[in-house]
Nanobody, 122 residues
Framework: QVQLVESGGGLVQAGGSLRLSCAAS???????MAWFRQAPGKEREFVAA????????YYANSVKGRFTISRDNAKNTVYLQMNSLKPEDTAVYYC????????????????WGQGTQVTVSS
């Protein structure tokens, strides 16, 4: 079935940028997709989501103005451009997909990637 693979994480200094990618295989039915993150000892939290066609986007308040989510359905890939990174952005970032009623709720997503580590140094 559907598989999601994240890439693009790494170590960056505060103020720097990274672009994460999530490549999907299998049939996605143009589902909404999202990025979540989880820091050590913390609960998984919503970062950004995008509708199936890419026309609607949602962001956590903590990343508004700094992160941009996008998708290329021809490539079955969703991206997260992260600018002005802060140490508090350090986490494992996961992409998710599924036919959800509330794109900000992690428990509604059926498919998840394995995650990519983002570390922001100060």
């Amino acid at each position: 079935q559907v598989q999601l693979v994240e890439s693009g994480g790494g170590l960056v200094q505060a103020g720097g940028s990274l672009r994460l990618s999530c490549a999907a295989s299998g049939r996605t039915f143009s589902w909404p997709m999202a990025w979540f993150r989880q820091a050590p000892g913390k609960e998984r939290e919503f970062v950004a989501a995008i509708s199936g066609g890419g026309g609607s986007k949602y962001y956590a308040n903590s990343v508004k103005g700094r992160f941009t989510i996008s998708r290329d359905n021809a490539k079955n890939t969703v991206y997260l451009q992260m600018n002005s990174l802060k140490p508090e952005d350090t986490a494992v970032y996961y992409c998710a997909a599924g036919w959800v009623t509330d794109a900000t709720k992690s428990h509604e997503y059926a498919y998840w990637g394995q995650g990519t580590q983002v570390t922001v140094s100060s």
